[in-house]
């Protein structure tokens, strides 16, 4: 079975501060990796995914993530916070074998302090 | 276009009582799966269903039951609500058939308080 973590549960950061938040995954089968993004009150939002080729992929809204396969991880990295950047991130995995189930880490609170 | 839709919004039973959440998506998805969220827990899958007429168990199904209706609607069932089942309740669905629609959709949730 796949497993992802996500060691930080919070992430205090000032607006226009550089941020990563972490996720790591365990898996012995090739998988799929997902960025999920839930703003306050709202369901989840895919914010970007690797599914093959470039191991770096971006979003729309200036972040990014690296598949790292030799270190397991797929952390998620924008150069520049904003305010309307506060919101719960998860991190996910599909393992390619096995259709579409989603295997969630425990989310990362991002909060964007002016 | 209203994606994936969820009634109700916020409902709260007493322990023992019996509720049916609804989702609906008008996608022309064929897979759906209901959610669990609870603080510092993520997500969990609690039933999904890969197509109409089939549904298959989750991570955590004990105490829900689930319904896929036809193609748009997939509802979940707490027989005897117990406060464990206290949580945030998202619906979501997907099309997996299709290679660039794998991502996952969700519904807005139903917040459920059990008392």
């Known amino acids: 079975a796949q497993s992802v973590t996500q060691l930080d549960s919070q992430v205090p950061v000032f607006e226009e501060a550089p941020v990563e938040l972490r996720c790591n995954y365990s898996?012995?089968?090739?998988?799929?990796l997902f960025w999920y993004v839930q703003y306050p009150n709202q369901g989840l939002q895919l914010l970007l995914k690797y599914l093959s080729g470039s191991t770096l992929v971006e979003s729309i809204n200036g972040f990014e993530a690296e598949f790292n396969k030799s270190q397991t991880s797929f952390h998620l990295r924008k150069p520049s916070v904003h305010i309307s950047d506060t919101a719960e991130y998860f991190c996910a995995v599909m393992k390619k074998s096995s259709g579409d189930k989603l295997t969630f880490g425990t989310g990362t609170r991002l909060a964007v302090r002016p | 276009n209203a994606g994936v839709t969820q009634t109700p919004k916020f409902q709260v039973l007493k322990t023992g009582q019996s509720m049916t959440l609804q989702c609906a998506q008008d996608m022309n998805h064929n897979s759906m799966y209901w959610y669990r969220q609870d603080p510092g827990m993520g997500l969990r899958l609690i039933y999904y269903s890969a197509s109409e007429g089939t549904t298959d168990k989750g991570e955590v199904p004990n105490g829900y039951n689930v319904s896929r209706l036809n193609k748009r609607e997939f509802s979940l069932r707490l027989e005897s609500a117990a406060p464990s089942q206290t949580s945030v309740y998202f619906c979501a669905s997907s099309d997996p058939s299709t290679y660039l629609t794998d991502t996952q959709y969700f519904g807005p949730g139903t917040r459920l308080t059990v008392l």
């Open positions: 898996s012995s089968v090739s998988v799929y």
